[in-house]
Nanobody, 120 residues
């Protein structure tokens, strides 16, 4: 069982930055992965970025590549999403997710979400 707690969302002007944090509680495995997703009003949830706990390989959506950076601190069971050059279209609820690889494909645990609002 894994519990995820996001923080760091807020209101920021276009061009600004925010750093989201997600603390994972409970058992995690070396081959697990963590991801960030977002859902804007009226739109479907979309993938933002992911990182593996072990080798820290990363993946990014094209829309955020070069602006967002995902990282993890294994000693704290925490994953971060550094968001720079934020744009109004980045406004969404951002969700932290954990992929338990032993359960097969797909993300198995989800946080409650944190609101990110970018004003123009």
């Amino acid at each position: 069982q894994v519990q995820l707690a996001e923080s760091g969302g807020g209101l920021v002007q276009a061009g600004g930055s925010l750093r989201l944090s997600c603390v994972a509680s409970g058992r995690t495995f070396s081959n697990d992965a963590m991801g960030w997703f977002r859902q804007a009003p009226g739109k479907e949830r979309e993938f933002v970025a992911s990182i593996s706990w072990s080798v820290k390989r990363t993946s990014y959506a094209d829309s955020v590549k070069g602006r967002f950076t995902i990282s993890s601190d294994n000693t704290k069971n925490t994953v971060y999403l550094q968001m720079n050059s934020l744009q109004p279209e980045d406004t969404a609820v951002y969700y932290c997710a954990a992929d338990r690889m032993s359960n097969g494909p797909g993300y198995d645990y989800w946080g409650q979400g944190t609101q990110v609002t970018v004003s123009s």
